[in-house]
Protein backbone atom coordinates (compact mmCIF):
# COMPACT_ATOMS: atom_id res chain seq x y z
CA UNK A 1 0.00 0.00 0.00
CA UNK A 2 1.30 3.42 -0.62
CA UNK A 3 -0.06 6.90 -0.12
CA UNK A 4 -1.06 8.77 -3.12
CA UNK A 5 -1.39 12.76 -3.56
CA UNK A 6 -3.17 14.25 -6.47
CA UNK A 7 -2.21 18.00 -7.65
CA UNK A 8 -4.83 19.44 -9.62
CA UNK A 9 -5.78 22.46 -11.38
CA UNK A 10 -7.39 24.09 -14.17
CA UNK A 11 -11.65 22.78 -15.85
CA UNK A 12 -13.70 20.34 -14.53
CA UNK A 13 -12.95 18.13 -17.15
CA UNK A 14 -9.46 17.87 -15.35
CA UNK A 15 -11.52 17.61 -11.50
CA UNK A 16 -13.09 14.71 -13.28
CA UNK A 17 -9.99 12.76 -14.65
CA UNK A 18 -7.99 13.12 -11.04
CA UNK A 19 -11.43 11.65 -8.97
CA UNK A 20 -10.82 8.99 -11.77
CA UNK A 21 -7.12 8.21 -11.42
CA UNK A 22 -8.04 8.57 -7.52
CA UNK A 23 -10.19 5.41 -8.04
CA UNK A 24 -8.38 3.49 -9.57
CA UNK A 25 -5.30 3.83 -6.86
CA UNK A 26 -7.63 3.35 -4.30
CA UNK A 27 -9.15 0.09 -6.27
CA UNK A 28 -5.39 -0.64 -6.74
CA UNK A 29 -5.31 -0.85 -2.82
CA UNK A 30 -3.49 2.45 -2.32
CA UNK A 31 -4.96 5.51 0.06
CA UNK A 32 -4.65 9.08 -0.34
CA UNK A 33 -2.51 11.35 1.22
CA UNK A 34 -2.63 14.76 2.75
CA UNK A 35 -0.06 16.77 0.82
CA UNK A 36 3.19 15.92 -1.16
CA UNK A 37 5.15 15.54 2.09
CA UNK A 38 2.96 12.56 2.92
CA UNK A 39 2.77 10.62 -0.45
CA UNK A 40 5.13 8.01 -2.05
CA UNK A 41 3.27 8.82 -5.43
CA UNK A 42 1.91 12.17 -6.80
CA UNK A 43 0.28 12.62 -9.91
CA UNK A 44 0.06 16.66 -11.41
CA UNK A 45 -2.95 17.36 -13.24
CA UNK A 46 -2.07 20.11 -15.22
CA UNK A 47 -3.43 22.90 -16.93
CA UNK A 48 -1.72 25.10 -19.56
CA UNK A 49 -4.78 26.96 -21.05
CA UNK A 50 -3.13 29.96 -19.93
CA UNK A 51 0.43 30.70 -18.98
CA UNK A 52 -0.39 31.65 -15.23
CA UNK A 53 -1.45 28.28 -14.98
CA UNK A 54 1.70 26.67 -16.85
CA UNK A 55 3.33 28.82 -14.80
CA UNK A 56 2.51 27.14 -11.39
CA UNK A 57 2.75 23.72 -12.79
CA UNK A 58 6.36 24.73 -13.63
CA UNK A 59 6.71 26.28 -10.03
CA UNK A 60 5.30 22.84 -8.61
CA UNK A 61 7.80 20.63 -11.03
CA UNK A 62 10.54 22.60 -9.60
CA UNK A 63 9.38 21.74 -5.74
CA UNK A 64 8.89 18.58 -6.52
CA UNK A 65 12.14 18.35 -8.08
CA UNK A 66 13.45 19.29 -4.44
CA UNK A 67 11.57 16.54 -2.43
CA UNK A 68 12.87 14.04 -5.49
CA UNK A 69 16.33 14.66 -4.45
CA UNK A 70 15.64 14.28 -0.31
CA UNK A 71 13.32 11.31 -1.38
CA UNK A 72 14.42 9.33 -4.56
CA UNK A 73 12.05 6.60 -4.21
CA UNK A 74 9.44 9.11 -4.39
CA UNK A 75 7.18 8.32 -7.62
CA UNK A 76 5.93 11.24 -9.68
CA UNK A 77 3.32 11.20 -12.72
CA UNK A 78 2.45 13.93 -15.01
CA UNK A 79 -0.91 14.04 -17.15
CA UNK A 80 -2.94 16.94 -18.12
CA UNK A 81 -2.43 19.57 -20.86
CA UNK A 82 0.62 19.95 -19.70
CA UNK A 83 2.00 17.10 -21.34
CA UNK A 84 2.43 17.28 -25.29
CA UNK A 85 3.24 14.64 -27.69
CA UNK A 86 7.29 15.79 -27.49
CA UNK A 87 7.29 13.10 -24.28
CA UNK A 88 10.98 12.16 -24.78
CA UNK A 89 11.64 16.55 -24.55
CA UNK A 90 9.52 16.75 -21.70
CA UNK A 91 11.38 13.53 -19.82
CA UNK A 92 14.72 15.78 -20.41
CA UNK A 93 13.34 18.83 -19.17
CA UNK A 94 11.75 17.46 -16.27
CA UNK A 95 14.08 14.63 -14.67
CA UNK A 96 12.12 14.38 -11.61
CA UNK A 97 9.08 12.79 -13.13
CA UNK A 98 8.67 9.20 -13.61
CA UNK A 99 5.95 8.66 -16.19
CA UNK A 100 3.84 11.35 -18.02
CA UNK A 101 0.80 10.54 -19.47
CA UNK A 102 -1.95 12.53 -21.69
CA UNK A 103 -5.30 13.77 -20.11
CA UNK A 104 -7.57 11.01 -19.56
CA UNK A 105 -5.14 8.48 -21.41
CA UNK A 106 -5.88 5.84 -18.15
CA UNK A 107 -4.61 2.83 -20.79
CA UNK A 108 -1.10 4.32 -20.65
CA UNK A 109 -1.82 4.99 -16.44
CA UNK A 110 -2.45 1.39 -16.19
CA UNK A 111 0.39 0.20 -18.13
CA UNK A 112 2.82 2.15 -16.41
CA UNK A 113 1.31 0.89 -12.62
CA UNK A 114 1.30 -2.54 -13.86
CA UNK A 115 4.49 -2.53 -14.79
CA UNK A 116 5.81 -0.89 -11.95
CA UNK A 117 4.43 -3.13 -9.42
CA UNK A 118 1.93 -0.03 -8.27
CA UNK A 119 -1.16 -2.01 -8.93
CA UNK A 120 -2.07 -6.02 -9.81
CA UNK A 121 -4.70 -6.71 -12.02
CA UNK A 122 -6.96 -4.30 -12.13
CA UNK A 123 -7.51 -2.74 -15.33
CA UNK A 124 -10.91 -1.60 -15.27
CA UNK A 125 -12.21 1.33 -12.48
CA UNK A 126 -12.44 4.72 -13.86
CA UNK A 127 -15.02 5.25 -11.34
CA UNK A 128 -14.24 8.13 -8.60
CA UNK A 129 -13.94 7.33 -4.89
CA UNK A 130 -15.99 8.69 -2.37
CA UNK A 131 -19.06 9.58 -4.74
CA UNK A 132 -20.21 12.71 -3.62
CA UNK A 133 -23.80 13.95 -3.75
CA UNK A 134 -22.12 15.64 -7.20
CA UNK A 135 -20.55 13.29 -9.68
CA UNK A 136 -18.75 14.36 -12.60
CA UNK A 137 -19.11 12.57 -15.89
CA UNK A 138 -16.62 12.95 -19.41
CA UNK A 139 -18.79 12.52 -21.87
CA UNK A 140 -16.07 13.74 -24.70
CA UNK A 141 -13.23 14.26 -24.79
CA UNK A 142 -10.89 16.49 -27.64
CA UNK A 143 -12.43 19.50 -29.65
CA UNK A 144 -12.35 19.98 -33.23
CA UNK A 145 -13.18 23.45 -33.53
CA UNK A 146 -9.54 25.03 -32.76
CA UNK A 147 -10.14 28.27 -31.95
CA UNK A 148 -7.30 30.12 -32.85
CA UNK A 149 -6.21 31.05 -28.90
CA UNK A 150 -7.01 27.66 -27.61
CA UNK A 151 -4.68 25.01 -26.92
CA UNK A 152 -6.97 22.10 -26.08
CA UNK A 153 -7.52 20.83 -29.44
CA UNK A 154 -3.49 19.94 -29.76
CA UNK A 155 -3.77 18.27 -25.83
CA UNK A 156 -7.03 16.85 -25.93
CA UNK A 157 -7.34 15.70 -29.94
CA UNK A 158 -10.03 15.34 -31.71
CA UNK A 159 -13.36 15.04 -30.40
CA UNK A 160 -14.10 11.53 -29.16
CA UNK A 161 -17.45 10.26 -27.68
CA UNK A 162 -18.35 8.05 -24.99
CA UNK A 163 -20.82 5.15 -26.40
CA UNK A 164 -24.34 6.01 -24.62
CA UNK A 165 -25.32 3.03 -23.15
CA UNK A 166 -21.75 2.95 -21.28
CA UNK A 167 -22.62 6.86 -19.80
CA UNK A 168 -26.04 5.18 -18.55
CA UNK A 169 -24.45 2.26 -16.88
CA UNK A 170 -21.79 4.95 -15.36
CA UNK A 171 -24.02 6.88 -13.94
CA UNK A 172 -26.44 4.13 -12.82
CA UNK A 173 -22.86 3.09 -10.41
CA UNK A 174 -22.71 6.83 -9.46
CA UNK A 175 -26.26 6.89 -8.39
CA UNK A 176 -25.98 3.60 -6.56
CA UNK A 177 -23.02 4.87 -4.82
CA UNK A 178 -24.59 8.28 -3.65
CA UNK A 179 -24.69 10.57 -6.39
CA UNK A 180 -27.75 12.77 -7.04
CA UNK A 181 -26.44 15.05 -9.77
CA UNK A 182 -24.33 14.28 -12.12
CA UNK A 183 -22.61 17.09 -14.77
CA UNK A 184 -22.03 16.03 -18.25
CA UNK A 185 -18.51 17.15 -19.13
CA UNK A 186 -17.04 18.15 -22.72
CA UNK A 187 -15.05 20.59 -24.05
CA UNK A 188 -17.72 21.14 -26.57
CA UNK A 189 -20.05 18.88 -24.58
CA UNK A 190 -23.14 19.49 -26.72
CA UNK A 191 -21.31 17.94 -30.13
CA UNK A 192 -21.81 15.00 -28.45
CA UNK A 193 -22.46 11.94 -30.25
CA UNK A 194 -21.93 12.48 -33.55
CA UNK A 195 -18.71 10.52 -34.12
CA UNK A 196 -20.33 7.52 -32.54
CA UNK A 197 -22.05 4.91 -34.87
CA UNK A 198 -25.41 5.46 -34.58
CA UNK A 199 -25.26 9.61 -33.90
CA UNK A 200 -27.02 9.75 -31.06
CA UNK A 201 -26.99 13.39 -29.61
CA UNK A 202 -26.46 15.00 -26.13
CA UNK A 203 -30.54 15.30 -26.00
CA UNK A 204 -30.83 11.55 -26.56
CA UNK A 205 -28.70 11.26 -23.72
CA UNK A 206 -30.32 13.44 -21.60
CA UNK A 207 -33.69 11.54 -22.14
CA UNK A 208 -32.26 8.48 -21.16
CA UNK A 209 -30.64 9.52 -17.48
CA UNK A 210 -33.88 11.57 -16.96
CA UNK A 211 -35.87 8.03 -16.91
CA UNK A 212 -33.14 6.97 -13.92
CA UNK A 213 -34.38 6.46 -10.84
CA UNK A 214 -32.92 8.01 -7.83
CA UNK A 215 -30.98 10.50 -9.98
CA UNK A 216 -32.18 14.32 -8.92
CA UNK A 217 -30.36 16.43 -11.62
CA UNK A 218 -28.72 16.35 -14.71
CA UNK A 219 -26.73 19.65 -15.92
CA UNK A 220 -23.85 19.60 -18.88
CA UNK A 221 -20.96 21.96 -19.57
CA UNK A 222 -19.51 23.26 -21.86
CA UNK A 223 -21.47 24.30 -24.66
CA UNK A 224 -20.27 25.64 -28.11
CA UNK A 225 -22.89 28.10 -29.89
CA UNK A 226 -23.14 25.98 -32.84
CA UNK A 227 -24.02 22.98 -31.26
CA UNK A 228 -26.53 24.12 -29.32
CA UNK A 229 -29.60 23.55 -31.58
CA UNK A 230 -33.77 23.34 -31.38
CA UNK A 231 -33.59 19.67 -30.35
CA UNK A 232 -31.17 20.50 -27.23
CA UNK A 233 -33.16 22.83 -25.84
CA UNK A 234 -36.55 21.58 -26.02
CA UNK A 235 -34.56 18.76 -23.77
CA UNK A 236 -33.79 21.40 -21.54
CA UNK A 237 -37.05 22.97 -21.28
CA UNK A 238 -38.81 19.41 -21.20
CA UNK A 239 -36.81 17.23 -19.31
CA UNK A 240 -37.78 17.64 -15.37
CA UNK A 241 -34.01 16.54 -13.76
CA UNK A 242 -32.22 18.85 -16.67
CA UNK A 243 -31.10 21.76 -14.93
CA UNK A 244 -32.32 25.34 -16.52
CA UNK A 245 -28.68 26.05 -16.58
CA UNK A 246 -26.63 26.91 -19.59
CA UNK A 247 -22.74 27.14 -20.16
CA UNK A 248 -22.58 29.12 -23.69
CA UNK A 249 -19.12 30.64 -24.13
CA UNK A 250 -19.26 33.82 -26.03
CA UNK A 251 -15.81 35.24 -26.01
CA UNK A 252 -16.02 38.37 -27.52
CA UNK A 253 -19.01 40.75 -28.65
CA UNK A 254 -17.55 42.20 -31.69
CA UNK A 255 -17.48 40.34 -35.30
CA UNK A 256 -13.83 41.10 -36.34
CA UNK A 257 -12.52 39.64 -33.08
CA UNK A 258 -14.62 37.18 -33.30
CA UNK A 259 -13.09 36.34 -36.54
CA UNK A 260 -10.08 36.49 -35.20
CA UNK A 261 -10.88 33.99 -32.94
CA UNK A 262 -12.13 31.40 -35.13
CA UNK A 263 -15.23 31.45 -33.02
CA UNK A 264 -17.01 30.49 -36.32
CA UNK A 265 -20.63 32.49 -35.25
CA UNK A 266 -21.15 36.08 -35.05
CA UNK A 267 -22.50 38.24 -31.97
CA UNK A 268 -26.22 38.53 -33.78
CA UNK A 269 -25.99 34.79 -34.14
CA UNK A 270 -25.26 34.53 -30.23
CA UNK A 271 -28.03 36.90 -29.33
CA UNK A 272 -30.40 35.07 -31.69
CA UNK A 273 -29.56 31.70 -29.97
CA UNK A 274 -30.07 33.29 -26.38
CA UNK A 275 -33.39 34.87 -27.33
CA UNK A 276 -34.28 31.38 -28.45
CA UNK A 277 -33.18 30.06 -25.56
CA UNK A 278 -34.72 32.25 -23.48
CA UNK A 279 -37.89 31.84 -25.47
CA UNK A 280 -38.65 28.34 -24.29
CA UNK A 281 -36.74 28.58 -21.30
CA UNK A 282 -37.54 31.80 -19.74
CA UNK A 283 -36.46 30.81 -16.22
CA UNK A 284 -32.73 29.87 -17.56
CA UNK A 285 -29.63 30.86 -16.05
CA UNK A 286 -27.08 31.53 -18.39
CA UNK A 287 -23.34 31.59 -17.56
CA UNK A 288 -20.35 32.56 -20.25
CA UNK A 289 -16.82 33.02 -20.84
CA UNK A 290 -15.01 35.98 -21.97
CA UNK A 291 -11.30 36.67 -23.52
CA UNK A 292 -10.11 40.55 -23.04
CA UNK A 293 -7.16 42.09 -24.99
CA UNK A 294 -7.09 39.72 -28.18
CA UNK A 295 -4.11 41.09 -30.16
CA UNK A 296 -5.42 44.06 -31.87
CA UNK A 297 -8.18 44.87 -30.09
CA UNK A 298 -9.27 48.09 -30.15
CA UNK A 299 -11.19 49.97 -27.59
CA UNK A 300 -14.66 50.34 -29.63
CA UNK A 301 -14.16 46.59 -29.99
CA UNK A 302 -13.68 45.80 -26.21
CA UNK A 303 -16.87 48.18 -25.93
CA UNK A 304 -19.19 45.97 -28.15
CA UNK A 305 -18.42 42.87 -25.64
CA UNK A 306 -19.23 45.39 -23.04
CA UNK A 307 -22.27 46.16 -24.60
CA UNK A 308 -23.11 42.90 -25.59
CA UNK A 309 -22.59 41.63 -21.46
CA UNK A 310 -24.99 44.52 -20.56
CA UNK A 311 -27.78 43.55 -23.32
CA UNK A 312 -27.70 39.90 -22.79
CA UNK A 313 -27.52 40.09 -18.78
CA UNK A 314 -25.85 36.69 -17.90
CA UNK A 315 -25.26 35.28 -14.38
CA UNK A 316 -22.10 34.70 -14.79
CA UNK A 317 -19.14 36.09 -16.81
CA UNK A 318 -15.70 34.04 -16.34
CA UNK A 319 -13.02 36.96 -18.04
CA UNK A 320 -9.98 36.07 -18.89
CA UNK A 321 -7.05 38.65 -20.26
CA UNK A 322 -6.13 36.62 -23.28
CA UNK A 323 -2.86 34.48 -23.05
CA UNK A 324 -0.48 33.84 -25.86
CA UNK A 325 -0.17 29.95 -26.47
CA UNK A 326 2.46 28.44 -28.25
CA UNK A 327 1.94 26.46 -31.33
CA UNK A 328 -2.05 27.35 -31.82
CA UNK A 329 -3.29 30.16 -34.39
CA UNK A 330 -3.22 33.13 -32.81
CA UNK A 331 0.63 32.80 -31.80
CA UNK A 332 2.10 32.19 -34.87
CA UNK A 333 -0.18 34.85 -36.58
CA UNK A 334 -0.59 37.97 -34.53
CA UNK A 335 1.02 39.95 -32.15
CA UNK A 336 0.50 40.11 -28.74
CA UNK A 337 0.01 43.63 -28.85
CA UNK A 338 -2.78 44.71 -26.07
CA UNK A 339 -0.20 45.57 -23.09
CA UNK A 340 -0.82 43.78 -20.00
CA UNK A 341 -1.92 46.82 -18.22
CA UNK A 342 -5.27 47.33 -21.08
CA UNK A 343 -5.77 43.63 -20.44
CA UNK A 344 -5.76 44.15 -16.85
CA UNK A 345 -8.31 47.30 -17.03
CA UNK A 346 -10.37 45.74 -19.51
CA UNK A 347 -10.79 42.47 -17.63
CA UNK A 348 -11.69 44.77 -14.29
CA UNK A 349 -13.97 46.50 -16.02
CA UNK A 350 -15.91 43.21 -17.13
CA UNK A 351 -15.81 42.15 -13.45
CA UNK A 352 -17.12 45.64 -12.42
CA UNK A 353 -20.34 45.61 -14.65
CA UNK A 354 -20.79 41.81 -14.16
CA UNK A 355 -20.71 42.38 -10.41
CA UNK A 356 -24.01 44.54 -11.11
CA UNK A 357 -25.69 42.43 -13.52
CA UNK A 358 -25.29 39.45 -11.06
CA UNK A 359 -26.01 41.40 -7.82
CA UNK A 360 -29.29 42.65 -9.85
CA UNK A 361 -30.40 39.37 -11.20
CA UNK A 362 -29.29 37.77 -7.61
CA UNK A 363 -31.23 40.22 -5.79
CA UNK A 364 -34.53 39.23 -7.25
CA UNK A 365 -34.47 35.83 -5.19
CA UNK A 366 -34.86 37.77 -2.07
CA UNK A 367 -38.06 36.19 -0.06
CA UNK A 368 -38.56 33.76 -2.89
CA UNK A 369 -37.65 29.36 -2.03
CA UNK A 370 -35.35 27.93 -4.09
CA UNK A 371 -34.31 23.73 -4.39
CA UNK A 372 -30.77 23.13 -3.33
CA UNK A 373 -28.27 20.39 -3.53
CA UNK A 374 -26.67 20.16 -0.24
CA UNK A 375 -22.71 19.58 -1.39
CA UNK A 376 -21.28 20.29 2.24
CA UNK A 377 -20.37 22.67 4.81
CA UNK A 378 -18.16 25.78 4.99
CA UNK A 379 -17.78 28.24 8.24
CA UNK A 380 -20.23 26.52 9.87
CA UNK A 381 -22.90 27.00 7.09
CA UNK A 382 -24.32 24.35 4.80
CA UNK A 383 -23.96 24.76 0.67
CA UNK A 384 -24.99 23.95 -2.34
CA UNK A 385 -26.44 24.78 -5.45
CA UNK A 386 -29.87 25.61 -6.79
CA UNK A 387 -30.97 24.23 -10.23
CA UNK A 388 -30.22 27.27 -11.75
CA UNK A 389 -26.39 27.09 -10.30
CA UNK A 390 -26.65 29.82 -7.75
CA UNK A 391 -24.48 28.87 -4.64
CA UNK A 392 -26.64 28.66 -1.61
CA UNK A 393 -25.70 29.01 2.43
CA UNK A 394 -28.10 28.08 5.17
CA UNK A 395 -27.93 27.07 8.70
CA UNK A 396 -29.14 23.71 9.98
CA UNK A 397 -28.30 21.83 13.18
CA UNK A 398 -29.23 18.26 10.93
CA UNK A 399 -26.73 16.43 8.85
CA UNK A 400 -27.86 17.89 5.05
CA UNK A 401 -25.36 15.97 2.68
CA UNK A 402 -26.81 14.78 0.01
CA UNK A 403 -30.37 16.04 0.50
CA UNK A 404 -32.44 18.06 -1.99
CA UNK A 405 -34.01 20.78 0.83
CA UNK A 406 -35.99 24.24 0.03
CA UNK A 407 -34.09 27.69 1.16
CA UNK A 408 -36.07 30.70 1.74
CA UNK A 409 -33.26 32.93 0.13
CA UNK A 410 -33.18 36.31 2.62
CA UNK A 411 -29.77 37.56 1.40
CA UNK A 412 -28.42 37.87 -1.91
CA UNK A 413 -24.84 39.05 -3.35
CA UNK A 414 -23.63 39.19 -6.84
CA UNK A 415 -21.62 35.87 -6.10
CA UNK A 416 -24.19 33.90 -3.26
CA UNK A 417 -27.32 33.36 -2.02
CA UNK A 418 -28.24 33.23 1.85
CA UNK A 419 -31.77 32.00 3.69
CA UNK A 420 -33.03 29.50 5.69
CA UNK A 421 -34.64 26.21 5.49
CA UNK A 422 -38.50 26.91 4.69
CA UNK A 423 -40.36 25.41 7.26
CA UNK A 424 -43.81 25.99 5.77
CA UNK A 425 -42.74 22.84 3.55
CA UNK A 426 -43.07 19.58 4.16
CA UNK A 427 -40.37 17.09 5.76
CA UNK A 428 -37.37 16.76 3.37
CA UNK A 429 -37.06 13.25 2.50
CA UNK A 430 -40.98 13.80 1.88
CA UNK A 431 -40.44 16.45 -0.92
CA UNK A 432 -37.48 15.23 -2.28
CA UNK A 433 -39.54 11.83 -3.61
CA UNK A 434 -42.23 14.09 -4.56
CA UNK A 435 -40.71 16.17 -6.04
CA UNK A 436 -38.51 13.95 -8.28
CA UNK A 437 -41.14 11.74 -9.15
CA UNK A 438 -38.23 9.06 -8.58
S1 LIG B 1 -14.39 25.18 -28.71
FE1 LIG B 1 -12.62 26.51 -29.00
S2 LIG B 1 -12.20 27.29 -26.92
FE2 LIG B 1 -13.47 25.48 -26.65
S3 LIG B 1 -12.00 23.80 -26.38
FE3 LIG B 1 -12.52 23.88 -28.55
S4 LIG B 1 -10.91 25.12 -29.48
FE4 LIG B 1 -10.86 25.50 -27.26
Known sequence: MQRYFIWTIGCQMNKAESQRIAGYLECAGHRAARCFGEAELVVL??????????DKVLGTLGLLKGLKKERP???????GCFVNSDVDGLRKRFPQADFFFGPGAYGQLIDWALREGVA????????????????LVPIIQGCDYFCSYCIVPYRRGRQVSRPLDELVHEVQLLVKGGAKEVTLLGQTVDSYGHDLPEQPDLADLLARLNSMNGLARIRFLTNHPKDMNPKLIEAVASLDKVCEHLELPVQAGNNDVLEAMRRGDSAEQYRELVYAVRR?????????????????ETEEQFEHTLSLLEAIGFDVVHVAAYSPRPGTISWRRYEDNVTREVKIKRLNRVERLQAVISGGIN???????VEVLVEGKKKGKWFGRSRGNKLV?????????GQLVRVRIHRTSPWALQGNIDDDHPGKEEWKWNSLKA
Do not use: H, M, W, Y
Open 45 to 54: NTCVVRQSAE
Open 73 to 79: DLRILVT
Open 120 to 135: GGERGLNLPVNCSPCA
Open 280 to 296: RIPQVSLSTDVIVGFPG
Open 363 to 369: SQFRGKT
Open 393 to 401: FFEDGNDCI
